[in-house]
């Protein structure tokens, strides 16, 4: 399938069960699905199709429609040229679909992900990210862990026009990575400190991440993977296993054009194939704002999980770096216990409310008040008939607002009794946690971090599960509970300026020397200030992008009509500076 073509940048975010599927926002799949028709079609009688299989591992054939998906097949060619060569998919989601390709022109593995027509527009949020980061070399974003498109293009199909964003191939997320390499905690530690690494660089723009979890950041694959024959690479991932597609209308043997004849099923680069490296990237800037503009009208949308109070109890225009920084704190949990301490992906809004009162004691203000306004029940707050008290015994903020709070407290002292810590948390941290591995290979792994800590250890990850008197059950050492306990405490507060600061994170115990010794002959991130960014970003930035960024920093306190002006300036001179630049070749790949 040939396609024509423009071309350059980013990726977008919510979470999928493949290798690169968190370059693709994810969505539930079905099996069995009508084809629903376009706005222009006869809605009398759509064409019936059905997955021809299990179809638990495939994206929904209700989005093969117009403005929907585009039709891939193994073997077909993308971009001018037909550079790009279709091998395998990595991934899906709501919004795109993403696959292994073939670079004919630099001799590279690369992941092209596919947006559905709907969602190509020039000013979606993908093309906006690249924009915010445009004129800053990649090497610098590399040594920062930032991973943007390298290049975007066009196709038309069947069903519309698609933007296409041109990546590195990439290795899987950080969520589980904790079931193989929880028991090498040097190795747990320098990839929970790249996450500082990154978040710092991020903020250094003066822009938040704001959807900054593990799903969105990614292992790179060692050295020379994007490289291999494609021998080598059909053995890491497999043969493309297919779904075919049938027609049950009747009304003939062949889908219709905008309708693949079959589905693929994602494949997966496991952390365990020997084949990724330590060096993390973080991806799916679809969300990111300026923090002097944080997106007070809707939030950014980042689950529960991952989201500080101010975003659960929508107190939107208190978004901000600390935003993040309580972000950055829950992704170095699931790395480093392997589980997060809040809300999971099974829990309602009360449970993840409760949750947080559990880690952080009694809601305050404005919480409270805000829990009050959406008629949220005050647990301790009610007669002895369970029926909310008229008065304001609420606004009491030693009182939980949705645990019980006697219970709690006996809880607490019964754990202490026992000589267990009575904090959720830190009484949750003494529980061992069971791990994917053997005993064997647990030794194996912790032989090979220390022997080269730049490569993720290999292991037999296909191998059966572990007999259960062979299976790891880890739980750190008690130090290093402590330790790691203090710091998450130091970054789980209600009250945003109360949180710690990305400095002082990297300065913990928990985290050694790692700050000291990353800094000495490492590159800084450029820094950027109220009065202009020119002086520190002008080894790592662009001119134009200098001028154009200047001129929208100082739009921040400006009246709104000049903000208007210089911002609409600013937006004009990057655009026509970034065109120069590919022109001169001087972003580089």
């Given at each position: 399938?040939?396609?024509?073509?423009?071309?350059?940048?980013?990726?977008?975010?919510?979470?999928?069960?493949?290798?690169?599927?968190?370059?693709?926002?994810?969505?539930?799949?079905?099996?069995?699905?009508?084809?629903?028709?376009?706005?222009?079609?006869?809605?009398?009688?759509?064409?019936?199709?059905?997955?021809?299989?299990?179809?638990?591992?495939?994206?929904?054939?209700?989005?093969?429609?117009?403005?929907?998906?585009?039709?891939?097949?193994?073997?077909?060619?993308?971009?001018?040229?037909?550079?790009?060569?279709?091998?395998?998919?990595?991934?899906?989601?709501?919004?795109?679909?993403?696959?292994?390709?073939?670079?004919?022109?630099?001799?590279?593995?690369?992941?092209?992900?596919?947006?559905?027509?709907?969602?190509?527009?020039?000013?979606?949020?993908?093309?906006?990210?690249?924009?915010?980061?445009?004129?800053?070399?990649?090497?610098?974003?590399?040594?920062?862990?930032?991973?943007?498109?390298?290049?975007?293009?066009?196709?038309?199909?069947?069903?519309?026009?698609?933007?296409?964003?041109?990546?590195?191939?990439?290795?899987?997320?950080?969520?589980?990575?904790?079931?193989?390499?929880?028991?090498?905690?040097?190795?747990?530690?320098?990839?929970?400190?790249?996450?500082?690494?990154?978040?710092?660089?991020?903020?250094?723009?003066?822009?938040?991440?704001?959807?900054?979890?593990?799903?969105?950041?990614?292992?790179?694959?060692?050295?020379?993977?994007?490289?291999?024959?494609?021998?080598?690479?059909?053995?890491?991932?497999?043969?493309?296993?297919?779904?075919?597609?049938?027609?049950?209308?009747?009304?003939?043997?062949?889908?219709?054009?905008?309708?693949?004849?079959?589905?693929?099923?994602?494949?997966?680069?496991?952390?365990?194939?020997?084949?990724?490296?330590?060096?993390?990237?973080?991806?799916?800037?679809?969300?990111?704002?300026?923090?002097?503009?944080?997106?007070?009208?809707?939030?950014?949308?980042?689950?529960?999980?991952?989201?500080?109070?101010?975003?659960?109890?929508?107190?939107?225009?208190?978004?901000?770096?600390?935003?993040?920084?309580?972000?950055?704190?829950?992704?170095?949990?699931?790395?480093?216990?392997?589980?997060?301490?809040?809300?999971?992906?099974?829990?309602?809004?009360?449970?993840?409310?409760?949750?947080?009162?559990?880690?952080?004691?009694?809601?305050?203000?404005?919480?409270?008040?805000?829990?009050?306004?959406?008629?949220?029940?005050?647990?301790?707050?009610?007669?002895?008939?369970?029926?909310?008290?008229?008065?304001?015994?609420?606004?009491?903020?030693?009182?939980?607002?949705?645990?019980?709070?006697?219970?709690?407290?006996?809880?607490?002292?019964?754990?202490?009794?026992?000589?267990?810590?009575?904090?959720?948390?830190?009484?949750?941290?003494?529980?061992?946690?069971?791990?994917?591995?053997s005993k064997q290979d647990a030794k194996n792994i912790a032989a090979q971090a220390a022997a080269n800590p730049r490569v993720l250890?290999?292991?037999?990850?296909?191998?059966?599960?572990?007999?259960?008197?062979?299976?790891?059950?880890?739980?750190?050492?008690?130090?290093?509970?402590?330790?790691?306990?203090d710091l998450l405490m130091r970054i789980f507060k209600w009250h945003p300026k109360q949180r710690a600061t990305l400095d002082q994170?990297?300065?913990?115990?928990?985290?050694?020397?790692?700050?000291?010794?990353?800094?000495?002959?490492?590159?800084?991130?450029?820094?950027?200030?109220?009065?202009?960014?020119?002086?520190?970003?002008?080894?790592?930035?662009?001119?134009?992008?200098?001028?154009?960024?200047?001129?929208?920093?100082?739009?921040?306190?400006?009246?709104?009509?000049?903000?208007?002006?210089?911002?609409?300036?600013?937006?004009?001179?990057?655009?026509?500076?970034?065109?120069?630049?590919?022109?001169?070749?001087?972003?580089?790949?």
């Amino acid at each position: 399938m040939e396609s024509s073509t423009s071309q350059t940048i980013l990726t977008p975010s919510t979470t999928t069960n493949s290798t690169q599927n968190s370059i693709a926002r994810s969505t539930p799949t079905i099996a069995t699905t009508d084809r629903t028709s376009g706005p222009d079609e006869e809605k009398s009688s759509p064409p019936r199709y059905q997955l021809d299989g299990d179809g638990s591992e495939v994206e929904d054939l209700h989005n093969y429609v117009p403005g929907g998906y585009h039709p891939v097949a193994i073997g077909d060619v993308l971009g001018d040229g037909g550079r790009f060569r279709v091998v395998h998919k990595l991934g899906f989601g709501g919004y795109a679909t993403v696959w292994l390709c073939h670079d004919k022109v630099f001799k590279k593995w690369r992941a092209v992900k596919i947006m559905q027509a709907d969602s190509s527009k020039p000013d979606c949020a993908d093309l906006k990210a690249l924009e915010l980061f445009a004129g800053i070399d990649v090497k610098v974003l590399a040594s920062n862990h930032i991973q943007l498109a390298l290049e975007h293009f066009w196709i038309d199909g069947p069903n519309g026009r698609h933007l296409c964003f041109v990546l590195p191939f990439l290795g899987p997320n950080l969520t589980y990575i904790f079931g193989g390499y929880g028991h090498v905690p040097e190795l747990m530690k320098d990839i929970c400190f790249q996450l500082i690494e990154a978040m710092r660089f991020i903020h250094s723009l003066d822009l938040c991440h704001g959807d900054f979890r593990t799903d969105n950041i990614l292992l790179r694959l060692a050295d020379g993977v994007d490289n291999w024959e494609e021998e080598a690479i059909m053995k890491m991932l497999g043969q493309p296993e297919l779904v075919l597609v049938r027609r049950t209308d009747g009304l003939g043997p062949e889908p219709e054009p905008g309708v693949p004849a079959y589905l693929v099923e994602s494949a997966h680069v496991a952390h365990g194939s020997g084949t990724c490296s330590t060096e993390i990237a973080v991806i799916d800037f679809g969300v990111s704002y300026c923090v002097a503009e944080p997106p007070a009208d809707k939030g950014t949308g980042i689950p529960m999980a991952s989201a500080a109070p101010e975003e659960v109890l929508e107190l939107y225009d208190s978004l901000g770096f600390h935003t993040d920084v309580w972000a950055l704190g829950v992704a170095i949990a699931r790395v480093r216990l392997g589980y997060t301490p809040f809300a999971n992906e099974h829990d309602g809004f009360l449970d993840g409310v409760e949750k947080l009162e559990c880690v952080m004691g009694p809601m305050p203000n404005p919480y409270r008040t805000v829990w009050k306004s959406w008629n949220g029940i005050f647990v301790n707050c009610r007669n002895d008939a369970g029926e909310p008290l008229e008065d304001d015994s609420w606004k009491d903020e030693s009182v939980f607002a949705t645990l019980d709070t006697k219970r709690y407290e006996e809880t607490q002292r019964n754990r202490i009794g026992e000589g267990r810590p009575g904090h959720f948390l830190h009484y949750r941290m003494h529980h061992p946690n069971m791990m994917c591995i053997s005993k064997q290979d647990a030794k194996n792994i912790a032989a090979q971090a220390a022997a080269n800590p730049r490569v993720l250890p290999a292991y037999d990850w296909e191998a059966e599960d572990p007999r259960v008197e062979d299976e790891v059950n880890y739980m750190m050492d008690k130090p290093e509970i402590a330790q790691m306990f203090d710091l998450l405490m130091r970054i789980f507060k209600w009250h945003p300026k109360q949180r710690a600061t990305l400095d002082q994170i990297a300065n913990h115990e928990w985290f050694g020397d790692r700050n000291r010794r990353r800094q000495i002959g490492a590159p800084s991130a450029p820094k950027c200030t109220n009065n202009g960014f020119s002086k520190i970003w002008r080894s790592h930035v662009s001119l134009a992008r200098r001028m154009s960024m200047g001129i929208r920093k100082g739009t921040f306190k400006m009246k709104r009509r000049l903000g208007w002006f210089a911002g609409t300036i600013g937006t004009i001179l990057t655009g026509a500076f970034n065109t120069v630049n590919r022109r001169m070749g001087c972003l580089g790949r």
